[in-house]
């Protein structure tokens, strides 16, 4: 009786013990008192160690929080609020966009974990106090970067410097989805949320400013094309010809008018023969090229290409090195019409 005595006695001592380190928010009671409902989202759960490890428990806690927090932001998409923008409003953000507000990670969440016999014990939560105030931030900063985004492609596009002015509206682009993401979260968390602290009527003047511009850069930079190809005499446009359809997929444009041309892309080329094996001919074409900024008044780029083709005549293998030197042309010269 005194051994069972002691052992109970042990067995009190070690309860009491668990209780004075085990964290406060194990007890129902005092985790609802400390984190209510109204001021956060949190998520508690428990499962045996033979089970479970430390690490995938407070992964899966903190994903029941953000997943608490996306069925919010998926019923105000799918809902909507008056005087906000909704899936079919007229953001018109493209469907990545949109879906990105229901699917991005949430920041701030604090995760804690406790493991006592068997046991382990896992909580998560986040302010949202804390949440609104985050993104309010996260929202005017995104919209800042859009600003300048969009006023140096403006200043680029004025100067005449259209490939970069059009870098600087695709680097713009994205950010819409994370202001839209912050919008979503923000009008989700926050019931007193207002069209001015979404930033409404800034953001939609942003979006169209940017829509319009790249509507009117689509015509791309303006390519002024000079060519003399020489195929064993005969005047010949094979190279440009194929230069023009590979930089036209790249949004060049071409224009007959120097004047109105961003670049002017200079072509020179002549074939000679430069061998025989049995029937079939090899000729080289001897390629120099040279692509003017129109703007900045000099010369960008210049190289100089000798592409072989062989065939069973002169012109045939001619005519298969100007096809062959075009593709590499082309190549070199996107990027600097890009820069």
């Not at 075009?326 to 890009?338: D, G, H, R, Y």
């Amino acid at each position: 009786m005194k051994k069972a005595g002691i052992t109970f006695y042990c067995f009190l001592l070690s309860l009491i013990l668990l209780g004075q380190n085990s964290p406060r928010w194990i007890n129902d009671a005092l985790r609802e008192s400390a984190y209510p409902q109204n001021a956060y989202y949190s998520a508690f759960v428990t499962a045996n160690a033979a089970n479970e490890t430390v690490n995938s428990m407070e992964n899966a806690v903190k994903r029941k929080v953000i997943e608490s927090i996306r069925v919010k932001i998926r019923s105000e998409l799918i809902t909507g609020n008056e005087g906000y923008g909704t899936i079919e409003s007229s953001h018109e953000y493209t469907k990545d966009e949109t879906q990105s507000s229901a699917e991005a990670e949430i920041v701030g969440i604090k995760v804690e974990s406790y493991k006592a016999a068997n046991v382990i014990y896992a909580f998560a939560y986040v302010n949202r106090y804390e949440l609104i105030g985050y993104y309010k931030n996260n929202l005017l900063v995104n919209l800042g970067q859009i600003e300048s985004f969009v006023k140096t492609a403006q200043n680029l596009k004025v100067s005449g410097e259209k490939a970069k002015a059009q870098l600087q509206l695709d680097v713009a682009r994205p950010l819409f989805a994370k202001v839209r993401y912050a919008q979503d979260l923000l009008t989700a968390v926050d019931p007193n949320v207002s069209t001015d602290d979404l930033q409404q009527v800034k953001i939609e003047t942003l979006y169209n400013q940017l829509t319009q511009m790249q509507a009117q850069l689509m015509q791309g930079v303006y390519v002024y094309v000079e060519s003399n190809e020489n195929l064993f005499g005969q005047k010949v446009d094979i190279v440009a010809n194929k230069v023009k359809a590979e930089l036209a997929k790249n949004g060049c444009s071409f224009t007959g008018d120097v004047e109105e041309a961003d670049f002017i892309l200079n072509i020179s080329i002549s074939t000679r023969e430069i061998g025989k094996q049995g029937s079939i001919v090899f000729v080289a074409a001897d390629t120099q090229i040279q692509l003017h900024h129109t703007h900045k008044q000099k010369a960008v780029y210049s190289d100089e290409i000798a592409q072989k083709g062989s065939s069973i005549s002169p012109e045939k293998a001619g005519r298969m090195a100007l096809n062959n030197v075009a593709p590499k042309i082309a190549e070199k010269l996107i990027f600097w019409l890009k820069n």
